[in-house]
């Protein structure tokens, strides 16, 4: 009998110092850490800035500016600590001709997450104050909340949350920005290789995020840019300058009621500096984009809904633009998406516009794809739909060549489903100075399915009498649904001279004669 007593005393010892041990385990795992973010223990790469002899307070009062930079100065730039930043307000005064803290190379200057540690503008700082200055190599910064504190601010555009300037591979991960009288991030000359993910821009007075300067290698991702005063994300080099070898993936952008320009803007600063080889991809932009002297920029598998007046436009200058996949709505904008030329050197090439679903909504004249001025663009196997109103000056496609001394010399026209515009499928208009040199409109299908059709026509291709395009290939059409005519507009028949007679005649005086509808549908599978 004591024999099992003695054993089941020990058996129950054991399973008590066990359940010890677990309670200690989990109480230390959770509770404790939850209240321990004023006082990090500071070993290995972490210094607690919270902490002896930094004890910055963050407490939305104290002016904690002094003991972060102290903490910041304080390691060697070649050890890489992590700077380990209290939970709370952390008010950073900023001194006349300087900024908030101005972190060293190779250091990681992080808070607890965005929720629990927030920087803090003073109010009154001066214009061209930043909230964190990084100007050295490989610094990080994460998991921090930046406050402008705009509203107690005067005016002036350049006070900016985070400024990188010639920091090469700057990274800024799980951070928001806000409420800034200038930039949430701001980008510029130096910072190459720079990786921004998982970033809200928000409430600034300007930008959500600007690319400044001349700039290389930079992918922006899995972030959030809305309500921001002025451009969402922008693009501005300075004169000389370009930005290229840009990713922006997985991202949001919406200027909401707060802003109506563009939300996205891609540039360089002249007909000769382009910015070049961008990939935006698999985004939701809520607004329009803006292409300026710019090639190979690929737009694709982005969904999104303009309710801006500005059309995604290619403007001046752009060389290898393609516009694939995507899914766009507008509702105010005068076209889904806008080309024009200014003139000798300023036009765009080589442009391909497919694959994309255009919903066109704009209650006034509007076009899926408006086109004044350009040297070579195809559109083709688009789907592109209209309000199905009766407006006299819309159409799937605008099409007109603007420069006297620059010939617009390719338009291709392929596979499209053109449906419910209020005049015409396609409409082209010229004068005969600037003139199209060569127009393709092969297997497209022009419909309208609206109630009371309004687009009875499939196309105007001459449609002011302006002597629009020389080199005409009409072929394989069908009309369908309220579509009951081809052509509205084209050559009358008798005479044998430009664009008087039943063909078109080239300047080689090769006659391109019309056929007759094929009875057999155009649509086939995209060709990318």
């Not at 300026?292 to 200058?317: E, F, K, P």
């Not at 709505?329 to 030329?341: K, L, M, Q, V």
């Amino acid at each position: 009998m004591n024999f099992f007593k003695k054993h089941w005393l020990t058996c129950f010892s054991a399973v008590c110092a066990a359940a010890l041990i677990i309670f200690c385990i989990i109480y230390f795992s959770t509770t404790h850490h939850s209240v321990d973010k004023k006082s990090l223990i500071t070993n290995g790469p972490f210094v607690n800035v919270g902490g002896p002899p930094y004890n910055a307070k963050c407490d939305g009062v104290t002016d904690d500016r002094i003991a972060i930079q102290t903490a910041i100065d304080s390691v060697e730039a070649d050890q890489k600590k992590i700077l380990q930043l209290p939970a709370g307000r952390c008010m950073l005064m900023t001194p006349t001709g300087g900024h908030g803290v101005i972190p060293l190379h190779g250091q990681t200057l992080r808070g607890f997450d965005r929720d629990s540690t927030t920087l803090v503008m003073s109010p009154g700082s001066a214009d061209g104050t930043f909230l964190i200055y990084a100007t050295a190599p490989d610094i990080t910064i994460e998991n921090l909340t930046l406050d402008g504190s705009k509203s107690g601010q005067t005016p002036g555009e350049h006070r900016h949350g985070i400024m990188g300037n010639h920091a090469p591979r700057l990274k800024i991960q799980h951070v928001t920005s806000q409420n800034f009288m200038g930039d949430g991030f701001y980008v510029y000359t130096g910072s190459d290789h720079v990786t921004v993910t998982d970033v809200l821009g928000q409430l600034n007075s300007r930008n959500g995020l600007t690319l400044g300067g001349q700039f290389d290698t930079g992918d922006f991702s899995d972030s959030t840019f809305i309500d921001n005063g002025a451009q969402q994300f922008d693009t501005e080099p300075g004169v000389g300058s370009t930005a290229k070898n840009i990713r922006i993936w997985n991202s949001t952008f919406d200027g909401h009621a707060v802003s109506s320009q563009y939300v996205l803007t891609v540039g360089g600063s002249s007909g000769v500096d382009l910015a070049k080889n961008w990939d935006i991809h698999g985004n939701r932009i809520n607004g329009a984009i803006y292409v300026c002297w710019a090639s190979d920029i690929r737009i694709y598998n982005n969904t999104g809904t303009n309710t801006t007046t500005h059309s995604t436009m290619l403007y001046r200058t752009t060389d290898h633009i393609r516009i694939w996949g995507n899914t766009w709505t507008t509702t105010a904008a005068p076209a889904g998406i806008e080309i024009n030329g200014t003139g000798p050197g300023q036009m765009t090439t080589n442009a391909l516009i497919t694959n994309n679903e255009l919903l066109i909504a704009t209650p006034g004249a509007s076009a899926g794809l408006a086109i004044s001025g350009a040297i070579s663009v195809e559109f083709s196997d688009n789907i592109v739909r209209g309000a199905g109103l009766a407006v006299i000056n819309s159409a799937g496609l605008k099409i007109r060549a603007t420069s006297p001394v620059v010939n617009f010399k390719t338009m291709i026209v392929r596979r499209n489903h053109i449906s419910n515009f209020g005049r015409a499928g396609i409409f082209v208009t010229g004068n005969d100075l600037a003139r199209l040199q060569m127009l393709d409109i092969t297997d497209n299908v022009f419909d309208d399915d609206s109630s009371v059709s309004t687009m009875t026509s499939a196309m105007s291709l001459n449609d002011d009498e302006g002597n629009a395009a020389a080199h005409v290939k009409v072929s394989g059409n069908v009309v369908m649904g309220g579509v009951s005519t081809l052509y509205s507009r084209r050559p009358p028949s008798g005479a044998k001279s430009v664009l008087t007679g039943d063909e078109w005649i080239t300047t080689e005086i090769v006659t391109i004669p019309f056929p007759t509808v094929s009875t057999t549908s155009p649509i086939t599978s995209p060709v990318n």
